[in-house]
Structures are given as C-alpha cells and as structure tokens.
C-alpha cells in the first residue's frame, strides 16, 4: 500500500499538528487531517516523531498577514515592471555592452562548437570555407587584371585584342562561379549543422537540474525559448558570415593594397584618410542601434508569446468572455514593439543619409585622382579602370564598419541576449538561480534505514518504516523572501495517508515544491527513504543531490550522479494537468517513457494485441505500463 500526500485546495484549514484519520473522503480514502487549533493543542495520537513544532494561531495570523503583504508588493512589482516595459520608459536605462564583454561572451557562445566531440569534421570543414574564400579572392585579383588588358583594348580599338581578353573574361567566369557558388553553400552547411549542435547543447542545459523552472519562476531573463531558437540561428549564419568577411577582406587589403599602391601611392593615402573618417562618423550616427535592436528582439518576442498564451488558453478564454482583454493586452504589446521599431528606423535613416552619400562618392573619387596622371599619359585608360576596382576593394575592408554597422549592431544585440542566456544557464546554481545563503537540504536514503518503533510511551506496538522525515523545515519564497512555513518538523510513515488542507495562497503547494525540490529557498532538511532498485538507470535528466546507501551499515553517502525521483516511486501530480506533445503510449507513461516498458521475448511490443495497459508488479514499486 502506498503513502499519499493530498493537498485540497479548498479553504479549510493551515497546517498546526496531525491527528489520527478522523474522516474518509468520498471514495473511501482514509486521510489525516492538519487543522487549526491553540497552540495548547492534544492529540489522540501516540507520541510518534510525527510533529508540527512552532504553530499557533498568533503566528498563523501574522503568517497570513506576511503573505498577503508580500503578494501584494510583488504583484505592484510586475506592474511596475511590465508598464516600464511597455511605454518604454525603462529601455533606455539599458548600458550597452562594452566591447570587452561583447568579445567575451562571442568566444563563450561560439567557442564550445569547436571543441566539442564534432570538433574534427567543423573544422575541416571550416578550413574548406576559408579555402574557397581564399580561392574566391584570387579570382577576383585575376578579374582586375583582365579587365584592365580588356579596356585597354577598347580604347584603343584593337579588335583582336579585345575579342582575345572577351574570351578570357568568359573562360573565367566559368571557373570562378563555381567557387562563388561553392564558398555560399559550404559557408550554409556548416552554418546548419552548427545551429543543430547548439540547439540541442543549450535545450539539455536549459532542461537539466530544472533550470528552466527557475528560470520562469523567477523572471530571470525573458522569452528564453526565443534565443533558443531565433537567437542560436541568426547567431551562427552572421558569425560565419562575419568571419569570412574579415579573412576576406584581410586577405583583400594585402592583394589589392600592393595593386592600388603600384599605381599611385597618393591614391593609396586618400583612402585611409577617406575610410577611417567615413568609419568615425558611422559608428557617432549609429550609437543608439546596438540598445533598439537589443529591445526590438524582446518586445517582438514578447508580443509572439501573448498570440501562443491565447493559442494554448483559448477555452478558458472563450469561457471568461475575455476576447476584448485579450486584444487590449496584444495591442499594448504590439504597440511597445511598433513605437521601438519607429525609432529604430529613425536612427537607421539618419546612418543611411551618411552610408548612401558615402557609397556613391567612392565611385568617382578613385578617377577624380588619377584622371591627371592619364591625361598627362603616365597611365593608359584601362589603368583608370584597375585603380578603380582596387580602390572599391580596399575601401570595401576598410570601411566593413561603416557598411554593416546596422548588421553589426544587429549581431551584438543577438550575441549580448545569447551570452546573457548562456551565464544564466552556467550559473543554474550560483548567483542567479539561488541567491540564498542558506538552502533546504533535500536528501535520499535507503528504507531500510528508517525502521523505528510505535509506541505510546509504554508498550511497543509495531514497527513503522519511515517514507519522509520533515526537520526544522522554514520554506521562504525565491524571489520576495516572504515565509511561508518555519520550523515545521514532520515524519511520514509507510502506509500513512495525509491530506494538506488549507486557504488559498496559505503555501500548501509551495510545500510540495520544496518536497520536489524545485524551491530551496530557506533551511531545513527533508529526508525520502527509498528503495534502491537494482536495475534502475542512472538518469540524465537532472543534476541534482543524490545518495548512495552502503548496505554494510546503512549509512548514506552523496553520489556524484543525479537521481531520479520517479525511478526511487516518488511522483509529484501538478495542480495544472499537462499533456505532452506525443502518443497516447508517450502520454500514458510520462515521463518514464517507452524505455520501462516490459519487454517481450522477442525485444518488441506484443504480437497481435490491441494496445492495453497492464500492471507491473514485479518490484516494490507498482507502475501502470502501456502496450
């Protein structure tokens, strides 16, 4: 027979000290019930190590206060925040990220790819985008000599000449787009399969040791399933993107700059002078990019996510009646995001007067400058059009900020969400997911170590096994530190069946989150005794505390792998039904899986039965399978 701890959500009662079952519920289930009394309390049970210490109606009283007080200033607190959020007020006090931590948290992010278990096929395939890159440069090096033979021609009307360098253009252009072609395609590829790596490295961290409970629980960071996945994608395309562009124009700068510099030096002087004062004057216009595109991710992300609550809400929605709310509230989002887009647009425009000026002056300052020296016939025309092209080239690297700051300012904004997201997950048990000093101590042991005697004071009446040992347990709330429960000390035996009554918001599932190990926010211990099963796996999933028992003495000491609950027969039921996204067979076993399912002698399901559900007793632990 199973112990089973209920807790009613009616407002009957908060917990002081346990009686004997005084009362069955409806279906016959004998319950005990907490109730409450004077702190001169009498029981009619025998004086087990069962108790509730440090409850009276005084402190009840002043609990209740504490908590409605607390909810309150929590519920002003969201307010606060969420208008802050929406009118805009409060995205201005956002700082930007200096370069230091930008670089910092780019090497963070992008770094454990390469030095991963699929290190060796990333980078071989890395160096085979560099080479194409490579190749790419060369041909466009070939293109500026070819066309200069092929204008010289031109201009001086040799027919032959010129037929011979159109065929010469031809013949390269279809060795040269291969590579074009080839570089894009490879660059795509690895782009792929390095989003695929780094979607399923951040969903196991984001999943494991609940961090993403804690992260929803106490408002961390928002919309983390948008950097999962809108983030992590544009991530790894723009950072590829990026670095063949610098290698590209690395290696453009060293061609063409030998080029540009052969034909006229003082050539080479304006462009530096021209490049670096273009690049000043883009970063001082677009200063105020990098912070619109940050908030312009969150708000478009927040506003996705109020059209996924109506989605999954929809009936309960139908039924308050609430359609009109409902639009209000999308309309105020949509609006914070449109009114942050408006200025986003405005800071672009005001860059785009700069960049396009910019642009087009480059296509004539090239021959403004050596237009003397050809009219003077020190250089043939085609020359004219070599210093061009070399000029657009070098001007091109030089000015890589001054043409991709928007872009720029788009990847930092991605890189600074990511590698806020990656230090929250790092830090799952540090400073963001648990500031408290003091923790509860959340524990595992094996059953046989917690056989005791009931007695009455006088005569031994049975032997009891211990299932859940309370002590001193003082439970406060993650986020306001309001109290919930203190020195509540408690002992639940095998078979014993306990319901947790009490009124709303008194801390009644707050209880059992600190018993699931989702809250540890205060001090105490709490002890389960559980049967260690032989041929229980070790589980992934979780990173949290776990026990061994040594058999010899029944003493417990820490594992260094996680347990599982559900595989020692603790199950927790939310409040809030959940179905999972699969079959009716994934449904039904959740979150055991298919992986318990009794094996046939073949090692597949039962030939020719209609899928059923049968009861594995074979263990202590009695589990419902399904076929």
Known sequence: MKTTILVDTKPLALFVTPKKPCYTTANNFPVVQFSIQNHNYSSTMPPLKRKIKGYSSSKISNFKNRFRSAAASSASESTKLDKGSDNGDGDGQRKVPGLNTLFRRLWKVAAPYWFSEDKEPARLQLAAVFALTLGTTGISVGFSFLGRDFYNALANKDQEQFTKQLLYYLGAFAVGIPFFVLRDYAREILSLRWRSWMTKFYMERYLKNQTFYKIQSQSIIDNPDQRIVDDLSSFTGTALSFSLTLFNAAVDLISFSNILYGIYPPLFVVLLVYSIGGTAISVFLGRELVTLNFFQEKKEADFRYGLVRVRENAESIAFYGGEENEIQLLLQRFKSAFENLTRLLISSRNLDFFTSGYRYLIQILPAAVVAPMYFSGKIEFGVINQSVSAFNHILGDFSLIVYQFQAISAFSAVIDRLGEFDDVLDSSSSKYLSSSLEEISLTYCNERSSLLLESNGSIIMDRCQKVLDIENLTLQTPTSKATLIRDLSLVINKKDHLLVTGPSGSGKTSLLR??????????????????????????????????????ADDTAEELEGPINRNDRGIFFLPQRPYMVLGTLRQQLLYPTWADDVIPTSNGGDPAGLVPFLMRNSSSGNQWWKAY
Not at 516 to 545: C, H, M
């Open 514 to 551: 600190a018993l699931a190990g989702l809250w540890n926010t205060g001090q105490g211990k709490i002890t389960f005794y559980v049967n260690e099963r032989n041929d229980t796996q070790v589980p992934t999933s979780s990173e949290g505390p776990a026990l061994k028992v040594n058999t």
